[in-house]
C-alpha cells in the first residue's frame, strides 16, 4: 500500500481498492504462492479496464505493461499464466469477493447514496453464454443494484441454481443495509417479481422505502389498483406530464398517484391476499409512444412506501428503467458479458464483480468520451489508465 501513496500522494479509489483485496482469502497454502492475491486481482481489473474481455487478453496485457503494474504492487514473478490465472479466479469464494465489492463502493462514495428519495434500482441479468449443457448447468444470473443518479453499481448477489430472484434480492438488500447504502431513506425500487410481503418487509426493515411494480404475478392487486384508479375523482388525484424525444419516436408518460390507501391497507382478508407494509402511494404510468408507423399504449402500476409527488414517481419509475441501458446494455455492448464463456468454478461469478470494478472506476473520469472508447484509450495509454486508478476520493 506504500508504493501506491508514493505513486499517487493521497489515498486513492485504487488504495482503498487494493486493501479491501488484500482481505479476501487466499485459497492456497502461503507457502506455494508466487503470485499474490492482490497482484492477480490488480491484473485482473486493470486490464479489463484497459479493453480485455477474457483471460488470455488480460494475461498478454499484463506481459506488456509489466512496467505499469510495477508502479502499484512489486510482481517479482512477473505475469502468471492464462491456465494458473483461470484456475484462481474459479477458486476465490464469490461470496467475499462480492463483499469486498459493496465495502469498496461504500468507502469509496461514503455519501452517495443514501440521501433521502435516492434511487436503488434491483434488477437481474443473465450472462447468456455462461451455460454448461453438458453438465445441466443454466446460465449466470446476477441481480444487481444500481444507484441510478450516480450510475454507480452497489452491490451484486448470484441467483442460486435451483431458486429465482425472490431469494437473492433480500441478500442483496441486507448486504446494502449492512453497509449503510440505504440509511437515510433511499428508494429502492424493483420489478414485478418482488411485489411480495417479504421483500417489501426486508427494505422498510433495512430503513428504506421501496417501489414495486404490480403486474400480472399479482391479478387480483393489479385489477384492484386500475378499479380505483378509473373511479377515484379527478380532485383526489396528481398528475405529471414527462415528454420524450430521441431515437425516432415521441413518448408522452402521464405519471398519477393517488394517498387514498385506507382500502388497500385494512382489515380485510381472503385468501391470497397480499399484505404489503406501510403503502402509502399508488402510481399509474399511462405512456403514448408514437412511433414511425404506429403509435403504442401501455399502462403500468406501482405501489410504494414512500410519500410521492407525482413528479417524484416519474424520476424514481425512469430511473428505474435507466438500469437497462446505463448497465445491462453496456455490460453486454462494452464489456461483452452475454459472450464470456466462463462455465466452471466461481469464475463467472467472480468475473462479473471486476467487470463492476472497472464500470465503476471508468465512470469516475468525467469526459465527454462513451465508455467503450475510454477502455480503448486506457488500453493506449497508460497514463489514461493511471488516471482512471488515481482518482481520490476524498
Known sequence: MDIVSSVFGEKSRLGVLLEHFSAIEDPRQEWRVLYPLPEILLLV?????ADCDDYEAIVAWGEQHLGFLRR??????GILGERWLTLLMNRIDPALFSACFTAWVREVWPDRPGSAMDVVAIDG????????????????HLVSAFATTDRLVLAQ??????????????VLVERLAAGGALKGGALVTIDAIACTAAIATTIRQAGADYLLAVKANQPTLRNEIEAFFNDAPPASLERFIDLDKGHGRIEERTVTVAREVDWLTGSRHYPGDLRLPGVTTLVRVSSRTELKDRCRFDTRYYVASA???????????????????????VLDVVFKDDLC???????????AVVRHFALNLIRTIADKKSLKLRRKIAAWNEADLADILRTSHR
Not at 481489473?45 to 479496464?49: D, E, F, S, Y
Not at 502499484?72 to 514473478?77: A, V
Not at 448477489?157 to 433480500?170: F, G, H, L, M, Y
Request: glycine content about 8%; some cysteine.
Open 307 to 329: 410519500a410521492l409527488s407525482a413528479q417524484a414517481a416519474a424520476h424514481a419509475v425512469r430511473g428505474h428503467w435507466g438500469i437497462e441501458n446505463r448497465r445491462h446494455w
Open 45 to 49: 481489473v486493470c486490464g479489463t479496464i
Open 341 to 351: 464463456r466462463l462455465r466452471t468454478g466461481h469464475g463467472a461469478k467472480n468475473m
Open 125 to 140: 441479468k443473465t450472462s447468456r453464454r455462461s451455460h454448461d449443457r453438458s453438465a445441466g448447468k443454466p446460465p449466470l
Open 157 to 170: 448477489e448470484a441467483v442460486d441454481e435451483k431458486s429465482n430472484e425472490t431469494t437473492a434480492i433480500p
Open 72 to 77: 502499484f504492487l512489486p510482481y517479482e514473478h
